[in-house]
Each structure stands twice: as C-alpha cells, then as structure tokens.
C-alpha cells in the first residue's frame, strides 16, 4: 500500500520547483482547471494547497476547501463528489497528463519523461484510494 504525507510548512516553497523548470506553467495548470473543474474552488475556499508526498515517488496536491467537493468534467460530461484529496487527484492527473503532452509538442522530451513519471505514481496511488471508481469516471 502507497502511504502519502503532508510536506511540512518549511518545504512548500520548493514544492513546485522540485517537479519541474516550468514550474509556473504546472502551478498556472493547476489553478486554471481547478476553476474550471471544481465547483466552488474561488468561493468558497480553494486558495490553500496541501502538498503530498507518495513513498512510490509520487506528489500532488489537493485544496482545502469545503467538503465534499463537487467535481464536473464537462469533456467528459462527468461529474462526481469528492473529498479533497481524491478532488486533487483528479486535478493534478489531468493536469499532469497534459502537461506531458505540452512538453513533447515542444520538444522538451526530458521534461516528458518527468511529467510521465509523476503521473503514473499518482495513478498508482489514485487505484488504492477509496474513491478509485469516481476517479476513474471523472478523468477517463
């Protein structure tokens, strides 16, 4: 089983820029499909990140906002109530997935490999979680 922790405060800072040098675009993802994906993101809350460490390698972040979250992927015509952590992952596999693609249509195939990377151990941790099937519907 994949175990997550919480990034204390004093390591926060180095969060995004841990994951990648386009560390602005990833965080200007983030926020971006939040607003558009999560109901209630700038209303209510949504402001403050937790970030999240996997022991499989893996990171990613949830709001705290409150629960549940109501999560409409309108790609898809899908949608589902979350708590905030299984809300994150949604966010951030899709936001990581096309962050993958930005990198190859660029060229920046190092990048690629890392966006990938994360990805995939979000992924794994994601299948674990208890909310795995609304995950499942939401982002595929």
Known sequence: ???????????????????????????????????VYLKKYHRKGGRYWQFVL?????????PVMDEPVTFDNPNHRSSGVFSQEAAGICIWLIVLGLCAMVAF???????????????MRLMEYAKEHSE?????????
């Open 1 to 35: 089983m994949i175990t997550a922790s919480i990034i204390p405060k004093l390591e926060r800072l180095t969060f995004y820029p841990s994951i990648t040098k386009q560390y602005r675009f990833l965080k200007k993802m983030v926020n971006r499909f939040s607003g």
């Open 54 to 62: 996997l022991d499989n390698g893996g990171l990613f972040a949830y």
């Open 105 to 119: 249509e660029r060229g920046q195939f190092v990048e690629m490999g890392d966006f990938s990377h994360y990805q």
């Open 132 to 140: 795995w099937n609304n995950i499942a519907r939401v982002i595929d």
